[in-house]
């Protein structure tokens, strides 16, 4: 083989590494990349809308049937299905959080990129706005689904149900961040806690039943979990018309702490996997 | 080994009229629990050279690279590149270097220009695909553009890893093992490409390898590296000649297995 020259015509022309707007091009750099990952493979697409739509068509048809029953609370108009769909918002966004995180490490590519101009910032963030990219994939037809199947519409919710979209975002990229920092430092060993950590959180915040069915020592951590005033709120609005924003603020708030408790647990694992060595260790 | 090296001082790590090494490091020490893995090494590179970390298994060549990237925190010492200190300020230098290995691979189902383009975009490349389509024929893997990189022979993967190493034109380029699992000549045909982009960018690279061939082609210097400490640190010429030998081989087998050139039979001095 010939050996021509690498550098005797185009330079690249380099642009400022530091600023906001060279954040924004690397972030939108990465999504860029998760965007080509889901084009290559329909199956991938395909997987994103499967799960939660056979969850809805259980979920509804028993619905469905609570319906025909005497039981009043079951007849109340989708609120199995809205938990569900709710649900389905908080755990998909997790999961679109933790395994393309995940992914880089199967690929042998963390290397590659925490050795880039990337900063651990840039990264969380396009692993964010991925996750609400993917969710939408997912979830968007599911709901139009659920109002061909069972008659029930999401944005009956009105604007309660932006405000609920965004707690239950916010709380997915927490537990995201931080099973994002345990494999990172513990490997892909630990990579179980990716899918399981949402699960977790599935009978404390009340997805199915009322905060009060739990055991009274049992509910203040129920109402420490922004999800339960999701939840709380989706049920007043079906069940009763109403609803108290008071709770929304009270779930912001608790997802404000827990976004810098996961932002900072990540950043504490990055940290020592730096100091462990383990980063020249990942991948399959 | 170059006593100088041990001794930096705080002036040792700029070249002149304030301009910074590209690399500097002081009495670095890397500790696993009760492994020292790299053990107070200290020494630097000039602009436009080309040194190799040599050494066998466990010696410290990889955890050096790692750190010199900052993908290591050290125990003890300091690294800097182009004066920045890389265990707190790496990210005012990325820009300006790079880094290929075998055992860090691009995701396999993007294609190689899906890849090259992404890299282009995480270093600020403003003429992404001008120089996309530049490397790429320069390293005559314009035909693999299409391809899903997953799809791609081991010496394939080189070229399109070293690729996106040189999208950014690196100042300081570090490798790891750059030719493993490379069959002879394209193997060669690595090691000249990067030579002449050595040469002509007037880049530094730093490399790590098992490959004596490699290294007494490709380095000005060679550090030799034992159980974490720098033992030898000159040229391979010199070092072939002070220990009497005729290959880098030879010393090195002479060194890692703690023999001179006198205690080795005449039938294997050859």
């Known amino acids: 083989m010939s050996v021509p020259s690498v550098i005797d015509a185009t330079e690249p022309v380099l642009l400022p590494p530091r600023g906001a707007r060279a954040s924004l091009r690397r972030i939108a750099g990465l999504v860029r990349r998760y965007m080509y990952l889901l084009r290559s493979s329909g199956v991938r697409i395909v997987e994103l809308i499967y799960w939660p739509f056979l969850q809805m068509l259980s979920w509804g048809f028993l619905q469905k049937y609570l319906a025909s029953t005497e039981n009043p609370y079951a007849q109340a108009a989708g609120v199995l299905i809205g938990s569900v769909l709710l649900w389905d918002i908080l755990f998909r966004s997790k999961i679109g959080f933790s395994t393309t995180f995940i992914e880089e490490m199967w690929s042998r590519n963390l290397g590659n990129l925490l050795i880039s101009p990337l900063r651990p910032f840039e990264l969380v963030a396009a692993l964010s706005v991925w996750s609400i990219i993917r969710l939408s994939v997912g979830m968007v037809p599911v709901s139009i689904a659920a109002f061909l199947f069972f008659g029930f519409n999401l944005l009956d919710l009105g604007l309660a149900l932006a405000a609920f979209f965004f707690v239950l975002v916010l709380t997915s990229w927490s537990l995201g961040l931080i099973a994002a920092g345990v494999i990172l430092r513990y490997g892909l060993g630990a990579e179980e806690l990716a899918w399981s950590l949402a699960f977790l959180l599935l009978p404390l915040c009340c997805v199915y039943y009322p905060v009060s069915i739990l055991p009274d020592w049992l509910q203040p951590v129920a109402l420490a979990l922004p999800p339960t005033h999701v939840f709380e709120g989706m049920r007043s609005i079906l069940l009763h018309g109403t609803f108290d924003p008071a709770d929304l603020w009270w779930a912001l708030g608790l997802n404000a702490i827990y976004l810098v408790a996961g932002y900072a647990t990540f950043s504490w694992f990055l940290s020592s996997a730096r100091e462990n060595g383990t980063l020249l260790q990942l991948g399959e | ?270």
């Open chain 2, 1 to 270: 080994m170059n006593e100088t090296a041990r001794n930096l001082s705080k002036d040792s790590v700029e070249v002149g009229a304030n301009v910074p090494l590209p690399v500097a490091v002081r009495d670095l020490t890397k500790r696993y629990g009760t492994v020292m893995a790299v053990n107070h090494i200290s020494f630097t590179v000039e602009p436009g050279a080309t040194v190799a970390l040599l050494g066998g298994n466990g010696a410290g060549k990889t955890t050096t690279i790692a750190m010199l990237l900052g993908l290591i925190k050290p125990t003890a010492g300091e690294v800097r590149v182009f004066g920045a200190d890389m265990a707190r300020d790496r990210y005012s230098v990325a820009q300006r270097m790079n880094f290929q290995s075998p055992y860090v691979d691009l995701p396999a189902r993007l294609t190689v220009k899906q890849n090259l383009t992404v890299y282009a975009e995480l270093y600020g490349i403003a003429n992404a695909g001008e120089r996309i389509g530049y490397v790429a024929e320069h390293l005559q893997i314009e035909d693999l553009l299409g391809r899903q990189t997953g799809k791609l022979s081991a010496g394939q993967k080189t070229r399109v890893g070293l690729a996106k190493a040189l999208l950014n034109a690196p100042e300081l380029l570090l490798l790891d093992e750059p030719t493993a699992s490379l069959d002879p000549d394209t193997a060669d045909w690595v090691r000249r490409k990067l030579k002449s982009y050595a040469r002509e960018r007037k880049a530094t690279l730093l490399l790590a390898s098992h490959n004596m061939a490699e290294v007494e082609r490709l380095a000005d210097r060679v550090i030799l590296l034992q159980a974490g400490r720098i033992i030898e640190d000159e040229t391979p010429q010199a070092l072939i000649e002070a220990h009497g030998r005729q290959t880098l081989e030879d010393v090195f087998l002479d060194v890692v297995r703690g023999r001179n050139a006198q205690a080795v039979p005449e039938s294997l001095a050859s």
